[in-house]
Every structure is written in structure tokens, then in C-alpha cells.
């Protein structure tokens, strides 16, 4: 059936997970914006909107592009804004509700003098992962940015966004907990020193590990988490989901077997897992989990197999001699991805 790496999506877990953190965040009085990055798949939408989703968040111009083509009329773009994309984003404002990320007064005053539609604007805050944003002490900064949305007839100020992606470095539960309610008295604050001037604004929050695991969601005025569609090993090594979570697996043919070194070769490699890899409890690098593939979707984790490396092409799997002797070159496994919104852009 499968003749080179696939990937496959179990579409009933996809709609258990999405109606499960709908229901979290309908329940916690929290508007739900999901991040579509992960599956980029008109398909996988319609999946959202079926559980009641009518705005969604992407990470670029283009995927904005994609999606309001497939009738999504409400986008972020949680991305800090590309200067150069003005007259594509000026075309998606002249038809869709569109929101943009900003972490200078520079890019908010360049938008104000290019903006040509009604356009919201997030200031994005670093709440110490320290990829994009501004830190708490720079209010000077963000004054600013404020300040040049109330003079403009086109930027209308939305709040505050920020990516907690340190809770991916977290060690348990309650290391991710502490940094989302650290985050979220971070961006009471701000919220606080706007509100009287802006009293529409909101806070708006994203990542999966601490969304999936806080029990009430209702610190943040909207969440936009998005690897919970899928899920993978990352967020089960968190203990953000479990094996029976992850929606997706890779589809790999066996193309060679080496009993003496206990390893198979798998057409599976970096360009289609991703080069992303965990450290188990032996300190063993895996770059994903193999499981068997049946007319349900797929089996439990093989015990004691694993990707152990992976180059352009091929994917190493280590298993023990009594497993390994049961394939043979043409067989099929299954992958669970160590990163799934990666393996997913890869075989889109």
C-alpha cells in the first residue's frame, strides 16, 4: 500500500483531542484560537470547525493565505510581521479579520504608514523563552507601540501575545504549571497598564504542554495552542498526552536488515522525521518510537525498538534479535514522530 514514507493521521483521535481543548477552554470562559501550523491541512480545519472553531492563528503570511482560502475569515499571524510581505498582507486585510505581531515601536510606526485596511495588533511579549519579544522592563517600548496604534486610524490595538515555549524544557507537571502562571501574572501587569485606554484588549496565550495539562484555563483571555492536534513523543515525554493521544504516524518500508547489529534500515530518514530526537532514560538518542500498523491505525510502541539515528534518507531502527527477526526488506512500520508538527510540514 505504502511505498515510501506517509504520513498517517488517525482523523477520529484528531477530533477527540480538538473537542477536548475546545470543551477546556469553553469551560474556563476562554476564547479558543487554535494554531494551525502543525497540520496546515485544509482537511484538518474542517475538523475544528466542526467542534465550533471560528478563528484561527498561523505562523506566516502564505499559510494565512492557505487558509483564508478555505473560508477562515479571523487570523493571527503569530509571527512577527514581515516587512516585506506589505502588499500580501495588505490584500488579506482588504478581505479577512487579520491580526499581526509587533516587538518594535519601528515596525508599528512602517505599519502605520503602509497599512491600507483596518488591521489588529499584538505586541508580543518574551515571558522568558527568549526567541521573540519584549521583556517586562521595556515599557518604554511598548508605550510606544500603543501610542502609535491610538494615533492611527487602521492599527487597532488587540493586547498582548506571547509563546511559552520554555515549558518545552520543563522537567514535569509542575515545572510547565509554574511557568504558565508566571506568564499569566506577567501579563495581568501589562494588561493593567492599557486597559483604561484600551478596554478591548486582550491577552492572548499559546503552547500545548500547559494547555493540556492546567486544569482550568481562565487566567488568559485566548489560547492558541496547536500541537495537540497531533501530539508526538515530545509532549508524551511531558506528560502532556499519551501514547493513545498521538494522531499521526509515519508509514516507512524496511529496506534492509542487519541481525548482527540488531538494527533494520528504514526508507525514513531526517528529510521526512525531522532531525528532532529525545534523550530516554539511558541517555539513548531517539528521534522516534516503532510501532506496528494494522487496520485500526496502529499498535502500542514496539518495547525495546527505536529510531537510533537518522541521515538524509534512511532511518536507523535498533530492536532486539527476537523482534528483528520477524521483518524482512519490503515489510512496513510505523514511526510515532518525535516532533509532529515538523514530520508533518516535511510530508505535507
Known sequence: MWKKPTLLIDTAKVQRNIDKMFRKAARSNTAFRPHFKTHQSAEIGELFRKSGTDQITVSSVSMARYFSGHGWNDITIAFPVNLREMDEINELAGKIRLNLLVDSAFSATELKKSLRNTTGIFIELDNGYHRSGLLPEQTDETDKIAETCGKSDLLEFKGFLTHAGNTYDAKNRNEILSIMDETARMMKKWKERYIHRFPEIINSYGDTPSCS??????????????????????????????????????????????????????????????????????????????????????????????????????????????????????DILGVLPVHSCLTANLLK
Open 213 to 330: 495539562l492546567a486544569d482550568e484555563l481562565n487566567d488568559f483571555d485566548e489560547i492558541r495552542p496547536g500541537n495537540f492536534v497531533y501530539y508526538d513523543l515530545m509532549q508524551y515525554q511531558l506528560g502532556a498526552c499519551t501514547f493513545d493521544d498521538i494522531a499521526v504516524a509515519v508509514a516507512c518500508p524496511v529496506v534492509s536488515v542487519y541481525p548482527q547489529r540488531n538494527e533494520l534500515i528504514l526508507y525514513g530518514g531526517a528529510v521526512h522525521l525531522s532531525n528532532e530526537h529525545l534523550a530516554d532514560n539511558n541517555g539513548r538518542k531517539i528521534y522516534g518510537y516503532v510501532v506496528r500498523l494494522n487496520e485500526n491505525g496502529w499498535s502500542d510502541p514496539i518495547p525495546g525498538a527505536y529510531v537510533s539515528s537518522v541521515s538524509q534518507e534512511h532511518g536507523i531502527i535498533r530492536m532486539e534479535t527476537e523482534k528483528l527477526a520477524r521483518f524482512t526488506p519490503g
